[in-house]
């Protein structure tokens, strides 16, 4: 977590690295800082909360100067005060980094026993401190930093500046990512290449342990033993215009409406609507494999787990997903001819990156469903299936996660096809099913997003509310209700409607709203029995169904209609009402909904 930016430039920094650190702001927002060589020379400022903060502070106190470095915080060690703001500070330098130093406290003691004195509670400034050492015994910039790397056991990604060195930025990557950008006269690194968007399109990934000294011109980029290598400049899409918000009042309202062209866009790779096949963007051979082992963390781990229901009773392909936290510390017995396949949207989730290697260490193949085509597990797997969604800012994901559904649910229809599952009139159906898809994301946000308002500003009163789903629309509850706590800061629980008995049922008064999302499929007359429970015990139910669940419903149930649709797109087109109500909800409650307390978009760290 975290994001980072340094400027080696031909104009003031501290504008700039501003901008920048709007738009890393989705990686944490407990604090903020900026560092800037000035005339007078290095100085800092920094802010507890957002980036607005920060900016009011420089507008007090401005700094003068072209090279800086910045940094927006999502606290791991260390409460998210001023003290304890990037950049950290020690000697002749200052830091900014993004990660954990795990051996942070056995190198703490040791700069006390030497004498050193500590300003923060932070792992960051031990780094900065051993820094500063290796300059006062004399080593180079460079030296210095590289001797402070070999010291560290953990991951970071860091940005250092060096009193005197005016025209100088380090930079280190092990575990979290880092880039090199290449501008005109001018360089940059960034966490990302969002991060450095505004000012080039030209950018270079460093490797696992690669370090980087820049200046106003160039880049020498080391490997971890040292050596000089070259890393390939590439010219990205991250273009700014991507990541505006546009006439909406709100990133998560954006990128709702965005869903039906990330649909379509991710459609594109996955199936063909001449042919009417559907097929992995590498045409995978699902003959090869015995069974597939889904790894995610958050929303992407509901999509993992809808995908799941479809990939085994369409595909009839043995399907585990876990949620790759609890993977990678378990040591799981995974039969071999598994494919391991990592499903995320930013591509860098720490414990799904560490699951995803964990099983390519045990010889497994590997692929990644994932929206960021530059992240480090695109780079890393055998097979990258990528999902266009475009950049989303919004903490709470929303077409990330319809856009994992749209390529897992073409992959289950490529897979069914492969294993002979289905026929190839079936597949062509299916397929015809899917490229509906787009519209009728677009129909159930002009059927839904009004109806919901007033059942929204109910629920915004709600202490606690639950939500129930059978089969896929069971990672759909629970989805929603994730949706809902951290848009609202309302407790929510999702549930699989047939535990409803089983514990969650004592908590059904008038004063709980139950959400039911139950499209007239198979189970719907099961859901419906778990409906009638709720309202006889006085519950509040809000049914959301299609038409046919609608004529069906109990009368007591306030209902919200999706449009009729195939049951294998049923998860993706019912996503959206559970997204508009967590979202009218927030805005009911007055949630700063697009950056959630506590929350952040990548998590890089375990
Ligand atoms: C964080 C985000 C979630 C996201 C999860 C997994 O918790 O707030 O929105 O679902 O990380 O992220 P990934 O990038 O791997 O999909």
Redesign the pocket.
């Known amino acids: 977590m975290c994001g980072i930016i340094g400027i080696v430039g031909k104009t003031p920094a501290a504008p700039r690295v501003i901008e920048s650190l709007k738009r890393l702001e989705y990686r944490g927002y407990d604090s903020a800082g900026v560092a800037v060589h000035t005339p007078k020379g290095l100085d800092r400022r920094r802010a507890q909360g957002r980036i607005r903060e920060l900016e009011a502070v420089l507008a007090a106190e401005p700094l003068e100067g072209q090279v800086g470095l910045g940094h927006t915080r999502w606290a791991t060690h260390g409460a998210p005060n001023l003290r304890n703001a990037h950049p950290q500070k020690a000697g002749r330098v200052m830091l900014v980094h993004n990660g954990i130093i795990e051996n942070f406290a056995e190198l703490k003691a040791e700069l006390i026993a030497a004498g050193r004195t500590f300003e923060s509670d932070t792992d960051t400034e031990v780094v900065a401190h051993l820094i500063d050492q290796g300059l006062e015994q004399g080593l180079a910039p460079l030296a210095a930093f590289k001797a402070a790397l070999n010291r560290l056991t953990g991951a970071y990604a860091l940005g250092a500046l060096i009193e005197g060195e005016t025209q100088l930025v380090l930079g280190a990557r092990r575990g979290s990512p880092l880039v090199v950008g290449y501008g005109d006269g001018e360089m940059f690194i960034g966490s990302d290449a969002l991060a450095v968007g505004p000012f080039t399109n030209r950018v270079a990934y460093l490797d696992e342990g690669d370090y980087v000294a820049i200046g106003p011109t160039s880049a020498e980029i080391y490997n971890a033993d040292g050596v000089r290598v070259q890393r390939e400049v590439r010219t990205v899409a991250a273009s700014a215009a991507l990541v505006e918000k546009g006439n909406y009042r709100h990133f998560m309202e954006k990128e709702i409406h965005d869903q039906p062209d990330a649909c379509r866009y991710t459609l594109s790779s996955y199936v063909d609507p001449i042919g009417g096949q559907a097929r992995a963007p590498d045409a995978f051979d699902f003959t090869r494999i015995a069974r597939i082992q889904l790894l ?6 509901y999509a993992a787990l809808i995908a799941r229901y479809l990939f085994e009773d369409i595909a009839g392909l043995p399907t585990d997903v876990e949620v790759a936290s609890e993977f990678r510390y378990r040591n799981p017995a995974v039969a071999p001819g598994t494919l391991a396949v ?8 720490a414990d ?1 990156l560490a699951a995803l290697r964990w099983c390519k260490a045990k010889g497994l193949t590997t692929a990644a469903i994932v ?2 085509p530059e992240s480090t597990m695109s780079r890393e797997v055998d097979h990258l299936w990528p999902t266009h969604a475009g950049p989303e800012v919004c ?3 929303t077409k ?2 319809t856009a ?1 559904l749209t390529a897992l649910i073409s992959l289950v229809v490529a897979a069914a096809r492969q294993r002979g599952r289905i026929d190839a009139a079936e597949e062509k159906r299916l397929v015809q099913t899917l490229l509906e898809a787009p519209r009728l994301l677009s129909q159930v946000i002009a059927d839904t997003e009004e109806a919901l308002r007033p059942i929204a500003f109910e629920i915004s009163r709600a202490r606690d509310v639950l939500y129930l789903g059978r089969g896929p629309m069971y990672g759909l509850a629970l989805e929603g209700a994730l949706k809902l706590k ?1 848009g609202s800061y309302i407790h929510a629980e999702g549930y699989a409607a047939g535990e409803m008995k089983h514990g969650p049922i004592a908590l059904i008064d008038e004063s709980t709203p139950v959400i039911i999302v139950a499209p007239s499929d198979a189970a719907f007359e099961k859901t419906r029995s778990n409906m009638s429970e709720v309202i006889a015990r006085n519950g509040q139910v809000v049914l959301i169904t299609d038409a046919e669940g609608l004529a069906h419903a109990p009368a007591e149930a306030r209902t919200i209609v999706a449009p009729t649709c195939d049951p294998v797109i049923a998860p993706l087109i019912f996503a959206v009402p559970l997204q508009l109500l967590a979202y009218q909800v927030g805005l009911a409650k007055g949630a700063d909904v697009d950056q959630p307390r506590n ?5 890089t760290v375990e």
């Open positions: 995610a963390c958050g929303t992407a781990y990592a499903v995320s949207q930013s591509g860098e989730t799904t929206n960021a903490v709470l994901s990330a996660f994992q951290e929350l952040a978009k990548s998590v």
